[in-house]
DNA sequence: CTGCCCGTTGCGAAAAATGCACCGCATCTG
DNA sequence: CAGATGCGGTGCATTTTTCGCAACGGGCAG
């Protein structure tokens, strides 16, 4: 919409913190973009960047006034999205901020599915940790967001929620993978691979292993979810991960088994929106699939 | 803010109901405005009006799409407002709908009160029947709405809610003038003189006279509240009205009477906004001013 | 100091929006 | 029935706005 482009210029200048960087990103001169700027701030009646050595940087009126563009602009694409709805074929783009749990089978899956019912709509998936998705929302990057174990819950609107117990990625000739449930100090006694902190998994881990007064020392810690289910093929090590994101290979080589319910509580995977907002058609629809999904699993 | 004046163009056409009409009230050219509509149109991926013989009208695209814009217009004066107020002087406008019966007293008192603080501050009063005020805050033409018995509750948000009995307006020299409180029947023996059916005090009458199995027949039916006022100075009749509404005048000439509360059910006098406007600072500020002053009457 | 990158400004060129005249069409009118 | 009227829409010259280029002054690092 070419009516918000200054707006766009705005947000490009406040991203990168400097005119000049901004105008090469949005293929303008610095000057014609900050002579652009200047009459907004004129006709805004108040200026909306600071000026410091080196660039600018937003002040608190650009912040508001960013939030409102932000705010408006999906507002408009909303309405477009259920104009096109209405005049037949749907169309539309679904901005979605998901955990890496499900990127190998589910949302593939899914967004295949629906895709198959309508072409004309695409897809944005970024990956994030749940305290991140949620910023997501709140700065109307996404639509969506789909995490296990949420953080902060404030403006965090819940779509759908399902409990998904922490699982043990095992090779098929550990120890442990006779058993059809593990104890936590089980686990605790053998070498694991883990996620860091910032995810839900290993949160619900270090505060189960804090009851029983031990703590989980990972040989291997890292952020991708897959490193961990390949690193337990080489290593007798255990892995955790949530069964979502985890199907059982077709040689047999690895096995999951849940962790014991009284050591680790059962953790949430949530959809989620921001509170309050009306969602775009398409992304609307495709949270309904999402949550029918989900109650299938 | 000129990045929406495409928009305000297309609301005079709505508005108008025709391009040319449009173009002249908006100082353009036809064959300008038009060029901007279809632009729009092309940009937006759809049109917005529907072309019928003799002008054009809004298609249900277009219904969405404006009060996309008013919704979004509302919010930048808001964030305008707000900017303004933390740049120190308190600067905006006030936009409020009301009943007659604020018109002769309390609202030019609360206005002037409030622009005695901040003469920074504007105000545009509205006069509306309690279904239209809340249409205008529907449409976000007005901020704040002031009404006796609103009708449709619905996104409609009250701020402040005071209780006023319906009164009877006399001459001093009124048979019934003589008693402190009337019953109904009493009045409805008499020549009356009420303000019409889409107004609450009315509304109130017409429903207590029902259940008595009587019905009210004014000898003058006006929408008028003022002249209520001053035709029962000329002819002995009884007048209908809320006290915020009434002063008793120095010489005396008229007197008010309430309608005893088992006859007449006791109406609402109130205040409300748009359900889940955050308005801005000079609105809001005046809302509490004039919660504060209906608190102390 | 020198070089560098920043925001900012003057000025001519390019692009966009506008005004004017006019078309085709439907409706109203005598 | 024909002419007049009012509507949305279009081609073209003109005006207004925006843009790109070059240059300026000011902080900052080496």
Redesign the interface.
């Given at each position: 919409?070419?009516?918000?482009h200054?707006?766009a210029l705005i947000e490009a200048v406040a991203r990168s913190g400097s005119m000049r960087k901004a105008a090469e990103d949005m293929n303008l001169t610095a000057s014609a973009l900050n002579r652009r700027i200047r009459g907004f701030e004129a006709?805004?009646?108040?200026p909306i960047f600071e000026r410091i050595p080196g660039g600018v940087r937003l002040n608190?009126?650009g912040e508001?006034?960013l939030h409102?563009y932000r705010?408006?602009k999906s507002?408009?694409a909303r309405?477009?999205s259920?104009?096109?709805d209405?005049?037949g074929e749907r169309r539309g783009h679904v901005r979605i901020a998901c955990s890496q749990a499900l990127l190998p089978y589910f949302l593939p899956e899914q967004i295949a599915r629906y895709r198959a019912a309508h072409p004309g709509v695409t897809f944005t998936v970024t990956v994030r940790d749940r305290a991140q998705a949620e910023q997501e929302l709140a700065s109307y990057a996404s639509d969506l967001a789909l995490v296990f174990e949420p953080v902060y819950l404030v403006d965090f609107e819940v779509l759908h929620l399902i409990p998904q117990r922490v699982h043990a990625v095992l090779r098929k000739d550990h120890p442990l993978a006779a058993k059809p449930e593990l104890r936590l100090w089980e686990c605790l006694d053998s070498p694991s691979v883990a996620p860091n902190a910032k995810y839900g998994v290993r949160h619900l881990l270090d505060f189960a292993a804090r009851k029983l007064g031990r703590t989980l020392n990972p040989v291997l810690e890292t952020e991708s979810f897959e490193l961990i289910r390949h690193y337990v093929l080489h290593e007798q090590a255990i892995g955790f991960q949530i069964p979502i994101g985890l199907r059982a290979p077709d040689d047999g080589s690895l096995v999951f088994r849940p962790l014991a319910e009284r050591d680790v509580a059962t953790g949430s995977l949530i959809l989620g929106q921001l509170r309050?907002r009306t969602l775009p058609v398409a992304s609307a629809r495709f949270a309904m699939q999402l949550a029918a999904a989900l109650h299938e699993d």
């Open positions: 919409m070419k009516h918000l200054t707006f006709e805004f009646g108040s608190p009126a508001m006034l409102h705010m408006s507002d408009l309405v477009q259920h104009v096109a209405l005049t309050g």
